[in-house]
């Protein structure tokens, strides 16, 4: 760790991560989404934390033991993180198996609880969706006059949020190299969106399907979501940033969301904090599945950018359309997808006509997927080796013609699932 001109702490590759997942709440009853995270953050703990999130962890506790919690641009959506960067994902676990159970503690006499997953599966945003009420800065309001927000890629969607930081432009661009190949392993790994409007969508990742496509007023902000390939901060302003900034302009004259968190790809620079954020993470039944495929994710990153796979020339060399097409696939069939592209399979070690299961299985094999003691997230990655992603269990459990009370029925199970900290399986034998 160093610091840069400002005093501002910056890290160099994978020496932390910073990890951010989204809830939703819903009422216990009628298992509808109910906006209630204002009166939670109102209830929980404020400060001790670098932006004044509430807190939940004993105030005894350093920083780095508690989660913090805020609000998203939905107002039954919560985001919990650790407020300050983190080795590794494992070391999130314990403080964020308890920060669920105090918040499901908060929201028990409001016959309230916390429902994980990435989509609400019969959730109407144009009727249930409310705005976060208290937006001083106007972000939200800017959003929803462009975009219009009530719609399922704004208001029904909860995803994993990785952070990895770079110290210089060096590893800048090697970071932005490897992710870029990542990306597209992502769905395969965590698909947890089957179903919509009531319906399964012959889609296992849904949520992607619905984001690709919440910025199409402005094009520019979202791109072809796999990001282009640049690798120095100078020229990610000039192709990436400033034609998002220009794009924006006609429709925010006041420049409030000339910021980098406009940027809506699937992986965006953050060079406010010297980082690289990936948003193309479902959110999974627990705290186990989410921190397990994080950091499932995280050590593929840096077997790539560690060049383990490939030459650096190499990883940058790939085009988006390449990527962008293998990333789609995935969202569509998960891990049952053919890898179409022979190059990208045999950067792995396979041959033509292997699955992304094949590789996922491959990868999670390896050594460097261990975490801190080796074996807290085994079980996450069994399960998916034995019956694949979340999305392809819950479509094997419930069906792909299930009706109101068998998704009902789902949605009690995820609750119950993220309540224990435990894994949901689609079949016994599987």
Request: charged letters at 25%.
């Amino acid at each position: 760790m160093a610091n840069d001109d400002t005093g501002r702490e910056v890290y160099s590759l994978f020496a932390v991560c910073g990890i951010e997942i989204e809830y939703m709440v819903v009422d216990k009853a009628d298992r509808n989404v109910r906006s209630l995270v204002e009166a939670v953050l109102a209830g929980l703990e404020a400060g001790n934390a670098p932006c004044g999130e509430a807190m939940t962890g004993s105030a005894d506790l350093p920083v780095h033991e508690r989660i913090a919690w805020s609000n998203e641009l939905a107002a039954h959506v919560a985001e919990a993180k650790s407020p300050v960067p983190i080795a590794s994902p494992a070391a999130m676990l314990a403080p964020l198996r308890a920060g669920v159970v105090r918040v499901n503690e908060m929201l028990a006499p409001l016959n309230a609880r916390l429902m994980p997953s990435a989509t609400h599966p019969w959730m109407d945003p144009a009727r249930d969706a409310k705005l976060w009420p208290d937006d001083p800065e106007k972000i939200y309001a800017a959003f929803d006059r462009i975009f219009g927000c009530r719609t399922h890629g704004w208001t029904n969607l909860q995803s994993v949020h990785i952070n990895l930081p770079f110290a210089t432009d060096e590893e800048f661009g090697r970071l932005h190299a490897a992710v870029r190949l990542v990306l597209p392993l992502i769905p395969a790994l965590a698909a947890a969106s089957p179903y919509l409007d009531g319906r399964f969508t012959g889609l296992m990742d849904a949520r992607l399907e619905t984001y690709r496509d919440n910025s199409r007023r402005i094009p520019a902000m979202t791109g072809r979501l796999i990001p282009e390939p640049v690798f120095t901060e100078q020229v990610y302003r000039d192709e990436i940033l400033d034609r998002i900034y220009a794009a924006t302009k006609p429709f925010d004259p006041e420049g409030i969301l000339r910021c980098e968190w406009a940027n809506a790809r699937g992986a965006i620079a953050r060079f406010d904090r010297n980082a690289i954020e990936i948003r193309v993470m479902d959110s999974q039944e627990c705290p186990s599945a989410d921190l397990g495929l994080a950091h499932a994710v995280i050590q593929v990153t840096r077997l790539l950018a560690e060049e383990r796979f490939a030459p650096l020339c190499a990883l940058k060399a790939w085009d988006t359309e390449r990527l962008r097409r293998l990333f789609f696939a995935a969202a569509r069939d998960a891990e049952q997808t053919v890898v179409d592209d022979p190059e990208y399979a045999a950067l792995f070690g396979l041959p033509a006509g292997a699955s992304f299961h094949d590789i996922w299985r491959r990868l999670l094999s390896l050594p460097e997927m261990a975490d801190h003691n080796g074996t807290v997230f085994a079980p996450v990655y069994e399960t998916y080796a034995r019956q694949g992603p979340l999305a392809r269990r819950l479509t094997r459990r419930y069906g792909e013609r299930p009706d109101r009370a068998r998704l009902a029925d789902m949605v009690d199970d995820l609750c119950a699932c993220l309540a224990a900290d435990q894994l949901c399986s689609g079949c016994a034998d599987a």
